[in-house]
């Protein structure tokens, strides 16, 4: 497993949760108004969930040495190799389908979906680094 690989996608993950948290406070009506708060905001949720993803594949190739068939699915095997607890497993999962919405359209953003995440559910992102940092940290890996 490349350790440096994971730490530095964690650094990214950590750039997007920390852009995210510098948007809060904004209301509802706003939101609908702003387009480049917009971006902002589902970008960095895009690329939150993206770099979540690709921490954890990354992790489970060497782990098990298969690879989930969803990304969802992904967070379920880190719980189960004992990365992450279960209600990051499960928060992560759910998250997977802001990003499908977000970036493939299957149906138009809602944007209180989006809001509510960044004011209640971000810090899942959080947890998560803190969570694999710990993992690695009692296999010895330091930052």
Not at 5 to 26: N, Q, Y
Not at 123 to 128: Q, T
């Amino acid at each position: 497993m490349d350790e440096m690989l994971i730490l530095r996608k964690m650094e990214s993950l950590g750039r997007c949760v920390d852009r995210i948290r510098s948007k809060r406070g904004f209301t509802h009506e706003e939101l609908l108004r702003n387009h480049d708060l917009q971006d902002i905001l589902s970008v960095n949720l895009q690329r939150a969930v993206q770099l979540s993803v690709d921490i954890a594949l990354h992790m489970l190739s060497d782990l098990s040495g298969t690879l989930p068939d969803t990304m969802g699915a992904a967070f379920i095997a880190l719980r189960e190799h004992g990365v992450i607890p279960e209600r990051t497993a499960n928060a992560l999962r759910s998250s997977v389908g802001l990003r499908n919405v977000a970036v493939h359209d299957y149906v138009a953003v809602n944007w209180q979906i989006v809001q509510d995440v960044v004011d209640g559910h971000v810090e899942v992102f959080a947890d998560f680094m803190r969570e694999v940092e710990g993992w690695l940290g009692r296999r010895g890996v330091r930052k």
